[in-house]
């Protein structure tokens, strides 16, 4: 799965995530949708078999600068008859980018580091929750167990011999 499965939309959207805009501002610039970058985005990346928008969006630029230059990104609002051959003007989308390093499409994370860096701020947050509630929850039951364990064997030194 290349390059050449995304639509031509699919690809701005992944240029725009390689310039490290958020969805809401693509939205802005592209006049079009939050809800359908994020489709864009979601579908780009399923196409190239990439488990995430910013490395797919990493690979799009390897692979585009690799072979030919970046197409145009539409102005602010889009354009009026929805043509995507016409130059952009606005200088925020410029095509430039610096270059990104790039994973190949086939290759996962391997090592328990790696895919902590690639978690998103809210899957960090659940971590930090659950992290916060399991460890007092099983330092109470390590707690219980010593105390009940202690427990028996004070009653074991109180029977009679």
Known sequence: MGIETLSERQK?????????????????LLGISESTVKT??????????????????RYLAA???ASAPVAPLPPQGGYPSGSMDQ???????????????????DTLPQTFAERLRRLSH?????????????????AGVLL?????LLQGIQNM???PQ
């Not at 130059?87 to 499409?105: F, I, K, N, Q």
């Not at 219980?144 to 009940?148: K, L, N, Q």
């Open 12 to 28: 701005q959207v992944l240029r725009l995530v390689a310039q490290n805009h958020q969805a809401k501002e693509i939205a802005r």
């Open 122 to 138: 809210l899957q960090w947050l659940g971590l930090m929750l659950l992290t916060a509630i399991l460890i007092p929850l099983i």
């Open 40 to 57: 864009h985005m979601e579908e780009g990346r399923r196409r190239l078999g990439i488990a995430t928008s910013r490395e797919a969006a």
């Open 144 to 148: 219980a167990s010593v105390t009940v």
């Open 157 to 159: 030194r109180a029977l």
């Open 87 to 105: 130059p952009a003007t606005d200088a925020a989308v410029s095509s430039e980018a610096e270059p990104l390093p790039v994973r190949p499409p």
């Open 63 to 65: 692979q585009e600068s």
